[in-house]
């Protein structure tokens, strides 16, 4: 007699996000304005306003009138909007499962650009439909190599409290702009870990579905007077692929830069303020350049953790509305050029960076990090500053300073990747389970128990942050490994690293990570000094019946 044994491991379930789907337009009447004769709101107010979400919703669908502009819906705001979506190609994609066609029969690639994720900077918003429409209008050929989405109106809720004042010290539209936060009062760019907006769990769906090579980000900055009207970033995380990282800073952004600069006669330069970064009164440091920290909550940061390249394209706020638009336009414009011309180098660059996560078994993983000084001197150009009022002013006069650009980032804390998680059952641990697979992460369920070589995680030391933040009170945790037998029961949670997202898994579920999920709250009721952690490392290459 044959006995049969029961995997050990269920069919991976479902992911929970689903891929967005067309949005219900109507046909565009005979009488619609033809794409060539669309003007934005800044365009048509002669840069004293910004557009409400019902007039970037008739923009985009008076764009859908050419075929090769396909109409979709990203996701549903807080407060019920539409967050709507184009996709330029030609010949058009309908689908993510057309992209991936087109991926792999032609070569294409898909570049997912936002605007308005802070709805008081609106650059991106303007500047992204008057970007299609031109794309549109000469017949660019960059619709026929690229797959550009556009999700122009990201944060749709905030983009409607429009005031005079909700960017105080910004240089217009001068009829008013959004707010930064959303319809919950997150900062959605703060968001990427916890994916508690549903602004996010939209984006990051899109993210899975359709596999944008390039995540391009625009913002308006905060801070510091210099004379950059665009200023960049790219991907931080030391936990994410390496060879990205650097491609980013020795290829692709020195190369953008130089498109950038042939296109409209101007520099840009690192994102980021005098001092250390964070952007109050920076006239007591000229001598040091700070930017945004390594943390995945931001969105290039998260992206680059997913193995993927990311652009953020900060305006500067003081230059003229008209100015922070137009270059706004011509720095995507060069980063959509760049990836015309290297979209084979791209995409190579990605798939490396997704074999290395699937097959980097007890390699270093960095999942807490210093800030530190990058070798040698950066020049800013800036101003001769001013007290008035007790704040620092531009006097207008230029002036160069050499600085230290504080953009590098060491491990603090690294891990060796496990082979695998296992999660024990438990309902409190369900919302760490579902945002793992909002994420994209494969988990698996455990059919019948055993045991496999790993180590436990032993909390000793949970230290809460003293005021709240994103309506969280954060918390960093110090953890001790000890090696033995891990417990696997029928219902408990199996989390592979042998899959692309391996670095985020990582980065996601180590208590000691500088923003995974203990650091937002989900693992609160297990970080008291003693406590077993309810996530175990294995580390068995093998065992019968997993995997």
Known sequence: MRTMLLPLLAAPLALAQPAPQPAPHAEPAKDAVPIAELRSVA??????????HAQ?????????????VTRLTLGTSTQGREIPLVILADPPIRSAEEAQIAREMDGKVVVFIIGNIHAGEVCGKEALPMLARDLLVRNDPLLSRLIIAIAPIYNCDGNEQVAVNNRPGQNGPELGMGKRENGQGLDLNRDFIKLEAPETRALVGFLNAWDPLLFIDTHTTNGSHHRFTITYGGPKALAGDEAVRLFFRDRFMPQVADRYSASCGEPTFYYGSFGDGVFGDPAHDKATWGTYP??????????????????????????????????????????????DQNHDELARLCDGADARARASPRDMVAI????VACPGKVTVLGFEEEIKNGRSVSTGIPRDYSVDLLDCYEPEVSVARPRAYRIERDVRLE????????HGVVVREVRRATTIPGE???ITKATAASRPFQGHVLVKAEAEAAAGDVPLNAGDWYISTAQPLSNLIVYALEPQSEDGLAT??????????????PVWRITAPSIDGVE
Not at 43 to 52: F, V, W
Not at 56 to 68: E, K, N, Y
Not at 520 to 533: E, I, M, S, Y
Request: proline share 4%.
């Open 43 to 52: 365009e048509s107010s002669d840069y004293k306003a910004t557009a409400l």
């Open 56 to 68: 970037v919703v008739s923009f985009l669908d008076a764009m859908a009138q050419d075929h090769r």
């Open 294 to 339: 390594a943390e995945a909550r931001f969105g290039t940061n998260y992206v680059g953790l997913r193995g993927r390249m990311s652009l953020l394209s900060e305006a500067y706020s003081y230059a003229p509305y008209k100015d922070r638009v137009l270059r706004t336009y011509d720095f995507v414009h060069a980063a959509l050029a760049w990836c």
């Open 368 to 371: 807490r990090t210093r800030t």
């Open 431 to 438: 919302p760490v389970i579902d945002t793992l697979r909002m």
């Open 456 to 458: 436990r995680l032993t």
């Open 520 to 533: 937002w709250n989900f693992f609160d009721p297990w970080l008291t000094p003693g406590a077993t952690f």
